[in-house]
């Protein structure tokens, strides 16, 4: 296992000290290393990050030492990263090191190691880069070959390409965050919000729920068959849902957590237009903010500096509205389950950040919830 801080030290030793990125737990220790030492900034998602970080990378350009900017992302994420990787880096020759993270590694047999989301990512993950014409490398986890790995990796950005390390489950030592984000024990917890969620809804609506603990916690409170559980796909739960309530006379609520909006806040305005044009009411999409990226660590989002409510009124929402307490949160759901008209509802409540103690995954296979859930809407 190699330990964080010399790896960090290492890197802004060699003139890659600021960071930016969506965090991953495999890489948690060097997000939080980051933080620590003030040299992170948090994106909303995988391209966003690239982008600022080749703005560093190229503000130092003729620099003496050079210096680059750095990019931490799951492999889940590197799709969104390979839009500014092959049309920003490559044609304007601006470097940048990236972390990515490889999650569903295969192991002895070839099986998925992890989530099923991380299926194919977990297969392609170098090979994509390579395709990309990016030269990436696995991050070495003995510290006797890291000034070696690093030595390469400086002399392919001083030739003007990007570089990436692909690293593996448990290759960096932890590093505790020194900041965690405040914790308001007054705020309702998820697991409270997904419960009034759940009882109003019953067979009267769909209900959706975003990737992470957010579909983890409702499958505990009981498995359903009008329950689907997204897995990936960090942000999409909105839209897959406004894509649902086009085509189906049934309510559908789809709950969102603030990082995952954030992620693809754009969603917004296409939610909203959807909506609009059908005017059938059928849409409510709820969003519970802890301010933090909660599966990876803890890490602070940039939810506290983003009125929600406020953006889904601007995008067109029908109704928007921040809830003060879970009592509002309730008659706000029962209101969108009574209208027959109208366009999305928009819901935001803050909770308190942690989840559920030991946890549990879904036993039910994602291909299975889609199916059962196909089932109730033809109900």
């Not at 890197?11 to 060097?30: H, I, Q």
């Not at 600022?52 to 130092?60: E, K, P, T």
Request: proline share 4%; aromatic share 6%; glycine share 10%.
């Amino acid at each position: 296992m190699l330990q964080t801080e010399i790896l960090g030290d290492s890197l802004v030793r060699m003139g890659c000290e600021d960071f930016s990125g969506v965090p991953c737990s495999f890489l948690a220790p060097l997000f939080n290393y980051a933080l620590n030492n003030g040299r992170f900034t948090m994106a909303n998602n995988e391209g966003d990050a690239v982008a600022l970080a080749s703005g560093i990378s190229l503000a130092h350009l003729r620099s003496s030492p050079p210096r680059f900017g750095v990019v931490l992302l799951q492999n889940s994420g590197l799709c969104n990263a390979l839009s500014p990787l092959t049309s920003l880096n490559e044609p304007f020759a601006i470097p940048i090191l990236g972390f990515v993270s490889l999650r569903g590694e295969r192991d002895s047999s070839g099986r998925n190691t992890d989530e099923p989301q991380h299926n194919i990512m977990g297969a392609i993950t170098d090979k994509l880069l390579a395709l990309c014409e990016i030269e990436s490398m696995f991050l070495t986890d003995e510290p006797s070959a890291l000034q070696s790995q690093l030595a390469h990796a400086q002399g392919v950005l001083q030739s003007g390409k990007s570089f990436f390390f692909v690293v593996r489950k448990a290759c960096l030592a932890s590093v505790a965050l020194q900041q965690a984000p405040k914790q308001d024990s007054a705020l309702p917890t998820r697991l409270a919000a997904l419960a009034c969620v759940q009882n109003l809804a019953q067979n009267r609506a769909v209900v959706l729920a975003t990737t992470g603990k957010t579909g983890r916690e409702l499958y505990e409170l009981g498995d359903l068959q009008n329950q689907l559980y997204m897995v990936g796909s960090m942000g999409c739960v909105g839209t897959f849902g406004v894509g649902i309530a086009q085509k189906s006379s049934r309510k559908v609520i789809a709950i969102d957590g603030d990082g995952a909006a954030l992620m693809r806040l754009g969603a917004f305005a296409m939610n909203a237009q959807i909506a609009r044009e059908k005017n059938a009411g059928n849409f409510c999409h709820i969003l519970c903010d802890n301010q933090s990226h909660d599966s990876t660590g803890g890490q602070q989002s940039l939810s506290p500096f983003v009125d929600f409510a406020a953006v889904a009124r601007a995008c067109g929402y029908a109704h928007a509205r921040l809830c003060a307490n879970l009592e509002e949160l309730e008659r706000e759901i029962q209101g969108f389950l009574a209208q027959s008209a109208g366009g999305a509802v928009f819901l935001t409540l803050r909770i308190q950040g942690g989840s559920k103690k030991d946890l549990s995954r879904p036993k039910i296979t994602p291909r299975e919830v889609a199916e059962r859930l196909f089932g109730f809407l033809e109900r």
